[in-house]
């Protein structure tokens, strides 16, 4: 059993401003404790706020060896936690060992390298004309994180704020925090100075909204749902802080008439129902040419019979869904499908057999489906698949863009169509037949997903405002 009930503010662990309101985390495997947290408040964060606010006056000023030398001792220290983070994320949110180890903890550690290989090289000033131009840290920083993806979402935020001289806060997920309180022992044991980093645990109602609106933090960057976000930057508006955010995904994953099916399918249901579909870039929507949907619903149906779910510590492909509010939604829209005439190939409501405890749901595959119904509109957040048939390919970009979401999409078929298709796809990101993540592209959405890009170089510029001085060169303006 997990306990922790204090917070990391100003460099060292201090007991909640308001005394201890335990909340337990659930094991979404067993559905039973497995361990509690402090629920924080806004008193937290104001002590949090002017700590920061304090080490950002030095720490803002550190020079570019000083922040790679920190960050080169945080990848050390990371290091050294991996296999406890990796433990931490399977029981507190269900991942399995394999997932947690190579994808979960990995990701971590990546944006933290990647960040180090950007700043060797990153320019901060530079001459137009006779203006000097500068790029400076925004400040305080405001972080607030999901359960889904918990310690990659810490990274790719924190290690662009650390590389560019920015001072933060992080609330993670009260659902899965125990990953982020071993992070928060690898900055303390990393040396971070006192204050640059703080971390306090609580919900989105009280320390989410007292983060977004508090007048010492400069920026808010936050990962969640669409409906979260905008309360986030509507409690940030009053003090007109910068908001970037990455919020929820409905993405098309367009398979061309000159596809190989088999590939294009079968990989697409094994990209859907990774991480038990908790994505929010998962490749939700397929579309298919018609007179190949028969086919395609075969080799769905095998696909996603072949994936094994149970237990997160055992050989299983995926794992339980994060928690009981969770399994009942993603069970309420599996139902929804059905009512709606959508035609289940795979799966479908209550758990997998031999399962009785466990928020575990069963790989699902709807075809037939219309770009109307509910399973195609509303993020599910589950390993539910829909199958939408498509007449032209102008029909397959147009049902594709048809989506209040813009955050990824997917192609797959011969390249050179591919990429004429996803030039034309309004999304963030786009896949073409299934590449490999590249920490140095940008990712972030277009429409309701959100505001603003994370990784590689664009992350940087989240984190940094621009100072233009004028009449920096009289030699220029004399010429």
Known sequence: MREALKFYIDGQWVDPANGVKPLDVINPATEQPMGRIAMGSAADVDRAAKAAHAAFESFGRTTRAERLDLLGAIVSEYQKRYADIAAAITEEMGAPAWLATQYQAGLGAAHFQTAMAILKDYKFEE????????????????????WNWPINQIACKVAPAIATGCTMILKPSEVA???????????????????????????????????SSHPLIDMVSF?????????????????????????????????????DLATAVGGGIQSMMLNSGQSCNAPTRMFVPRPKMEQAKAIAKAAAEAITVGDPNGNSVIGPVVSEVQFNKIQGLIQKGIDEGATLVAGGPGRPEGLDKGYYVKPTV?????????????????????MLPYDTLEDAIRA???????????????????????LRLRAGQVNINGAAPDFMAPFGGYKQSGNGREWGDHAFTEFLEVKAVLGWSQAQAAE
């Open 223 to 259: 990962t969640g749902s669409t409906r979260a976000g905008i309360e986030v930057a509507r409690n940030a508006a009053p003090t007109v802080k910068r908001v970037s955010q990455e919020l929820g995904g409905k993405s098309p994953n367009i398979v061309l008439d000159s596809a």
């Open 127 to 146: 001459d137009k004309g006779t203006t000097h131009l500068v790029k400076e840290p925004i400040g305080v920083c405001g972080f607030i994180t999901p």
């Open 400 to 422: 594709g863009n048809d989506t209040v979401y813009g955050l990824a999409a997917y192609v797959q078929g011969p390249e050179d169509e591919a990429r004429q298709v996803a």
């Open 177 to 211: 925090p125990f990953n982020a309180l071993l992070f928060a022992e690898v900055m303390h044991a990393a040396g971070v100075p006192k204050g640059v980093f703080n971390l306090i645990n609580g919900d989105g109602p009280e320390v989410g909204a007292a983060i």
């Open 366 to 386: 709807f075809a037939d489906v219309t770009n109307d119904m509910t399973i195609a509109r509303e993020e599910i957040f589950g390993p539910v698949l829909a």
